[in-house]
């Protein structure tokens, strides 16, 4: 059988499914909706709370882990999904484009981070 | 080689209601993967200071963002309730000669999901 490098980006889908599956409902929850309609106490996303927070070393590491991994679980899927709607031929095209756009996603994520 | 690819109708997901599940559930990762992106913004801003952090908060409150997270959010779930819903499909977990049965794979997911959803919580209005 050819050598393949699909194992990496099925790991990595896989990955970011179990991490989107157990993290990003509460994210949505707290800091899309519960926070802009005012569900929370006063002040509980201030900048001064929310800057220290992330100013944390593990803090950070968790957020690079929970931007990074979701995108290579959307460009895997997303991949599929348009071959599945009915676009062949650009399959190699469409590889590049959606794990790149991963990869770039995941380079800012760091930089944002490690910056911060 | 060039491989044999049977021709679809490009409506073919919505022939039955279990194909449009798949295909709600494969558009899920847009909104999860379009979440994260928003959630980098918001650091990115947080990174820049106040007045760049309360200007983001405050578009957040926009009705277009809210609408944008309810949809999000029902994705989100839907993207949770099918992931843990095939670990025993996934994973065939044996104990001796009995397969475990799927419950026992799938519960502990929920539990795990709402211990991990309140430690979340806590860290970030409390902790």
């Not at chain 1, 803090?59 to 990074?68: D, E, P, Q």
């Not at chain 1, 991994?69 to 071959?83: G, I, V």
């Not at chain 1, 590889?95 to 981070?113: K, S």
């Amino acid at each position: 059988m050819a050598k393949s490098n699909e194992p990496i980006w099925w790991s990595l889908f896989s990955a970011g499914g179990v991490v989107a599956a157990f993290l990003i409902p509460i994210h949505i929850l707290l800091l899309g909706l519960a926070g802009p309609l005012g569900w929370l106490p006063q002040g509980a996303l201030d900048y001064g709370r929310m800057a220290d927070l992330v100013a944390h070393p593990i803090v950070r590491l968790y957020c690079f882990v929970l931007i990074s991994l979701p995108l290579f679980h959307w460009a895997h899927r997303f991949r599929f999904t348009l071959a599945d709607l009915g676009i062949h031929g650009i399959d190699m095209l469409l590889a590049v484009v959606c794990y790149g756009a991963a990869i770039v996603g995941t380079l800012i994520a760091a930089q944002v981070l490690w910056t911060f | 080689m060039k491989p044999y690819i049977r021709q679809m109708p490009a409506g073919w997901w919505l022939k039955r209601p279990s194909y449009l599940l798949f295909m709600l559930r494969e558009l899920s990762s847009v909104f999860v993967g379009g979440y994260v992106v928003l959630f980098l913004m918001m650091i990115r801003r947080l990174a820049q200071g106040p007045a760049e952090y309360e200007a983001f908060m405050a578009a957040l409150r926009s009705p277009l963002a809210i609408l944008f997270h309810v949809v999000a959010l029902a994705f989100a779930l839907l993207h949770t309730i099918t992931w843990f819903n095939l670990t025993p499909k996934a994973m065939a977990v044996w104990r001796g000669e009995e397969r475990l049965p799927p419950a026992m794979m799938i519960v502990p997911n929920y539990v795990g999901w709402v211990v991990v959803s309140g430690v979340i919580a806590w860290v970030v209005l409390g902790g």
